[in-house]
């Protein structure tokens, strides 16, 4: 088979930091698929940013050593020649739209090249309709959830139809059902001879349509695995290379809701009865919610992508209006104004909430420096393995690093209730660890948490109560509580 990809000893440096890629050597042949994963800032997103052009036509550095996309090196081939031959996936989809609306995203890259009107209307039919998407096909892209915007930068290049298909931290968005439809198209595309690379720190779902799985440290490949021999290794193997797990975690419904404490104050939180939708009065995505968290109380919701996880957040933190019912705090109703002062919302688009210069400033961006500010930045930063990179810019940083800094900042304000959107993705064991030991520290200093997710096997170290939120939403009434195995 012919090679697809090839680096002979690639080396790159960001301008101004440390070397990111050591004298990478790897061939992927045509048809292959590749999982590459590694803690965070291993250096996967530097590899992908290679292989799609983006380095050196995008991200400026230096670049040392031989890379081959075909029969072509990289140094002959112009920057449009890249989408031509790769299509790619990034972490964060909304960077790479170029349109408002689903439909014309789908057919937007297969225009730029010239198409075929016809193929460019079927391929993106056949998408829709294989995906169950079809009822996104109107939509702005801006109203779409984080998932939905993954799945349709999945299309936009499976309608194009490149020879390599190059994904970074695919998964970090999407639901399990959303997964297991990555991981089907990604095996139908292999199948139809395609040559795909995926970084993701999540492995489980891809286990059926990997052939080799690569793990990357400080830069360099250190290791390489059939899928029969990294099913092989051990769980202390896993766990000391900060390795996600290599099964899935299933939801198991219990017969009756989580029954809360009887307090002898009111809950911190209360919610009755609650509606909410994008605006207050456009249709509902959520119905008849209720519900009650105590003091220091860790709560995970979980749920389709689209269903309104985010919006609830929103809502909560006063960003949103509620449709009906009403939200109380410390047993009294709260105006969106007053919930905006309690509340802190950890976006799950981390460059949304960095405005800094610098990681150390993120931290106190609002406070007023004094010694014990500055003490406690320092040390939020140290245990969520980011003092290294105090004096750096945040846009320098990788997803999972983005991800961690904004839960610091989050944890530096110690509001009275704090919403965590995905706080996960991108995110290796080892710091996934590291998130959960903190958040059990702070809530038994008193803060609350609401944390949405579709990370189980993050949500397993918690123990706590999980609402799955479909049962809210149209005409679902019934509330259902869930524990994890």
């Known amino acids: 088979m012919t090679d697809m990809i090839r680096l002979e000893e690639v080396s790159f440096t960001y301008e101004g930091e440390e070397p990111q890629l050591n004298k990478v050597s790897l061939t992927i042949r ?35 050593g031989q890379l081959y996309l075909g029969d072509r090196n990289v140094s002959e081939l112009a920057d449009w020649e890249y989408g031509q031959r790769v299509g790619s996936v990034f972490q964060d989809a909304r960077s790479q739209f170029f349109t408002s609306t689903v439909f014309d995203e789908l057919a937007f890259a297969s225009e730029n090249y010239q198409h075929e009107a016809t193929k ?78 995926i970084a993701d720190h999540r492995v489980y779902y891809l286990m059926e349509a990997v052939d080799r799985i690569i793990y990357m440290s400080k830069g360099e490949i250190h290791a390489e695995w059939s899928v ?50 994008y605006q207050r009065f456009a249709p509902s995505l959520l119905e008849n919610l209720s519900l009650t968290l105590a003091k220091g109380e860790i709560l995970l919701l979980t749920g389709e992508n689209g269903l309104g996880k985010t919006t609830l957040a929103r809502t909560l933190c006063g960003l949103t209006k509620q449709q009906a019912g009403t939200i109380k705090l410390n047993g009294q109703p709260q105006s969106a104004k007053k919930r905006r002062e309690q509340c802190w919302f950890v976006l799950q688009d981390a460059d949304y909430q960095l405005f800094s210069e610098s990681v150390f400033n993120e931290l106190l961006l609002g406070t007023k ?31 999972g690093q983005k991800q961690r800094l904004v839960f610091a900042v989050g944890l530096m304000r110690e509001p009275e209730l704090l919403i965590l959107d995905e706080p996960t993705s991108g995110l290796d064991a080892g ?49 259902l509580a869930y524990q994890l195995l």
């Not at 999982?35 to 250096?43: E, K, V």
């Not at 010694?371 to 997803?399: C, M, W």
């Not at 999980?466 to 049962?471: A, F, G, K, N, S």
């Open 30 to 64: 045509q048809g292959e698929c590749v999982l590459i994963t590694g803690p965070s800032g291993c250096g996967k997103t530097t590899l992908t940013r290679l292989i799609n052009g983006l380095i050196p036509h995008y991200y400026e550095g230096t670049v040392t």
């Open 120 to 197: 460019i209307k079927k391929r993106t039919e056949q998408f829709l309709q294989m995906n169950q998407l079809g009822h996104l096909k109107k939509r702005k892209l801006a109203q779409l959830s984080s998932g939905e915007k993954q799945k349709i930068a999945m299309g936009a290049v499976e309608v194009h139809a490149p020879e390599i298909y190059v994904l970074d931290e695919p998964s970090a968005n999407l639901d399990n059902q959303g997964n297991n439809q990555l991981a089907k198209t990604v095996k139908q595309l292999k199948n139809a001879g395609k040559t795909i690379l």
């Open 228 to 277: 029969e021999e990294f099913q092989a290794l051990s769980e202390e193997t896993i766990y000391s290379l900060d390795l996600r797990d290599k099964q899935p975690i299933q939801l198991v419904t219990l017969l009756q809701d989580k029954a809360h404490d009887q307090l002898a104050e009111p809950p911190f939180l209360c919610l009755d009865q609650l509606a909410i939708g």
């Open 369 to 399: 420096k004094t010694a014990v500010e500055i003490a406690q930045a320092e040390k939020l930063l140290q245990e969520l393995n980011l003092l290294e990179f105090k004096d750096q810019h945040p846009a320098t940083l990788s997803g």
């Open 431 to 479: 710091n996934m660890r590291r998130v959960q030991r903190m958040i059990k520290e702070y809530a038994k200093r008193g803060v609350t948490f609401m944390i949405i997710t579709h990370d189980f096997e993050f949500a397993k170290g918690f123990g706590r109560q999980t609402i799955q939120l479909d049962h809210f939403s149209k005409d679902k009434q019934k509330k």
